[in-house]
């Protein structure tokens, strides 16, 4: 079993960055890709980012891509989303999401998922 918590939301100004970050425990995080999806209101949830096993290769949604960074630190069971150049359009609950087989897109359907974290970006 593997519990997910994100921190690191909060309230910005476009333009303005934040830094979340998602913590599992319960088992060998290297073993887990990682993605990070989010949901505003009235929208269905969407994917962001994700993070291949043991630090490897990244994807990124095209609204995202050269302003998010995805990394993770394995030491301390931590993947952290850099979020840059925020556009109120960013705003949403974000979601971090981990699983053994899945990856990329495919970890819409992941077997773990965190509470979420609020992200607003006023404009």
């Known amino acids: 079993q593997v519990q997910l918590a994100e921190s690191g939301g909060g309230l910005v100004q476009a333009g303005g960055s934040l830094r979340l970050s998602c913590k599992a425990s319960?088992?060998?995080?290297?073993?887990?890709?990682v993605g990070w999806f989010r949901q505003a209101p009235g929208k269905e949830r969407e994917f962001v980012a994700a993070?291949?096993?043991?630090?490897?290769?990244?994807d990124y949604a095209d609204s995202v891509k050269g302003r998010f960074i995805l990394s993770r630190d394995n030491a301390k069971n931590t993947v952290y989303l850099q979020m840059n150049s925020l556009k109120p359009e960013d705003t949403a609950i974000y979601y971090c999401?981990?699983?053994?087989?899945?990856?990329?897109?495919?970890?819409?359907?992941?077997?773990?998922w965190g509470q979420g974290t609020q992200v607003t970006v006023s404009s």
């Open positions: 999401s981990a699983d053994p087989f899945r990856t990329g897109t495919a970890l819409r359907s992941a077997t773990y």
């Open positions: 319960g088992r060998t995080f290297s073993s887990l890709a």
């Open positions: 993070i291949r096993w043991y630090g490897g290769s990244t």
